[in-house]
C-alpha cells in the first residue's frame, strides 16, 4: 500500500506539482497577474478542452445519468450535512453559509481535470467531462444560492450560465454526437492543440491564487467552523461519495473517477463567492489553502486505493 501511494505520489503529483510551483513562485516575487490569464482560461481554454473531450468521449448515456445523479445527490447530502453541523455547533450565519460552500464546492476544473488526466489517462477525462460541466452550472446557480440566499435571483442565475463559453462548448459537442458528425480535421487538431495548453496554464493559476489566499489568524469563535470544514472536506465527503457510488451502482473508472473529482480540495472561487455575500471570507480562505495542502497527500492515497479495486 505504501508502495501504491508513493508510486502514484511521484507519478501523479510531482508532475501536477511543477506548473503550480512555478506559478506560486511568480505569484510570490514576480506579482504575476492573474486576471489576463482567468480570461485565456474562461474563454480560450475551458471550451477548447470541453469541446475536444466531449466530442470524441468514450462515455455512454448510462454514465451521463449516473454522473448526473451522482453530482446532485452527492450535493444535496452534503449541503444537508453542513446544515446539521451548523446547526449542531451553533454557527454564527455568516460561518454556517462558508462552512456550506467549503463542504459542496470542489476545485475540480482546474485542478480536478489534470489530476485525472494524469492518474486515469484519456478515458478519465472522458468520464471526468460531464462531471465537470455539471459543475460549472451548479457552481453558477446553487452555489449563488448557498452563499447568498436572501439575494438570489433565478434569472441573474440562468444569465450566469449561459455566460461560460464551456457551456457552448459542450452543446455544440453533444449536438455533433446526437447528429453523428465531426469537425473538419484542421479544426478539430487547432481545438486539439489549445486543449493541450490547459492543465499547465491552469495549474500555474492555481499556484498563484494559493499564495495570494488570506492566511490571517481566524477568530477564536471561526476555529470550530474551520476544522468542522476540514474534516467534512478530507474525510467525510470522500465516505459520503463511496457511499452514494455504490448504491448508484456505478463501478470500475468512472467510480474512480467521481470519487476522486468529488474528494477534491475546497474551489478557489468558493472565495470569490464568500467575499461577495459575506460567508466568512477568511475562513473559506484557510480552508482553501489547507485541503490543497493536504489533498497533495489524501489524493494518492485514494488513487491507490481506487486503483487496486
Not at 208 to 230: D, I, K, P, Y
Request: aromatic share 8%; with cysteine.
Amino acid at each position: 500500500m505504501i508502495d501504491k501511494v508513493l508510486s502514484t505520489l511521484v507519478e501523479v503529483i510531482v508532475p501536477l506539482s511543477i506548473p503550480v510551483i512555478s506559478g506560486a513562485l511568480l505569484g510570490r516575487y514576480k506579482n504575476l497577474d492573474t486576471k489576463p490569464l482567468l480570461a485565456l482560461y474562461l474563454y480560450f481554454l475551458s471550451p477548447a478542452i470541453i469541446l475536444d473531450t466531449l466530442a470524441t468521449a468514450q462515455i455512454s448515456f448510462d454514465d451521463v445519468y449516473k454522473t448526473l445523479a451522482f453530482s446532485l445527490l452527492n450535493l444535496l447530502v452534503l449541503w444537508a450535512l453542513a446544515k446539521l453541523l451548523g446547526r449542531v455547533l451553533k454557527l454564527a450565519p455568516a460561518e454556517a453559509a462558508g462552512l456550506t460552500l467549503i463542504s459542496t464546492f470542489t476545485n475540480s476544473v482546474n485542478y480536478g481535470l489534470p489530476l485525472v488526466l494524469l492518474a486515469f489517462g484519456q478515458l478519465g477525462l472522458d468520464k471526468a467531462s460531464v462531471y465537470v460541466i455539471a459543475q460549472m452550472v451548479i457552481v453558477n446557480t446553487i452555489g449563488v444560492y448557498f452563499a447568498a440566499r436572501s439575494q438570489f435571483s433565478a434569472t441573474r442565475a440562468v444569465r450566469s450560465v449561459f455566460s461560460l463559453p464551456a457551456i457552448y462548448a459542450a452543446i455544440l459537442a453533444l449536438l455533433l454526437r446526437a447528429l453523428g458528425l465531426h469537425m473538419p480535421q484542421e479544426i478539430a487538431s487547432g481545438v486539439s492543440m489549445v486543449a493541450g495548453a490547459y492543465s499547465p496554464v491552469v495549474l500555474a493559476i492555481l499556484g498563484v491564487q494559493m499564495v495570494r489566499v488570506q492566511t490571517v489568524q481566524v477568530a477564536r469563535n471561526v476555529q470550530l467552523a474551520f476544522w468542522t470544514g476540514m474534516s467534512v472536506r478530507l474525510l467525510l465527503a470522500p465516505l459520503s461519495a463511496a457511499l452514494l457510488l455504490v448504491l448508484l451502482n456505478i463501478s470500475g473508472t468512472l467510480f474512480a473517477v467521481l470519487l476522486i473529482l468529488a474528494s477534491m480540495p475546497v474551489a478557489v472561487n468558493s472565495v470569490v463567492l464568500a467575499e461577495r455575500f459575506g460567508s466568512s471570507p477568511a475562513l473559506v480562505s484557510r480552508c482553501i489553502l489547507w485541503t490543497t495542502l493536504a489533498s497533495f497527500l489524501v489524493l494518492p492515497i485514494l488513487i491507490s486505493i481506487v486503483g487496486s479495486v
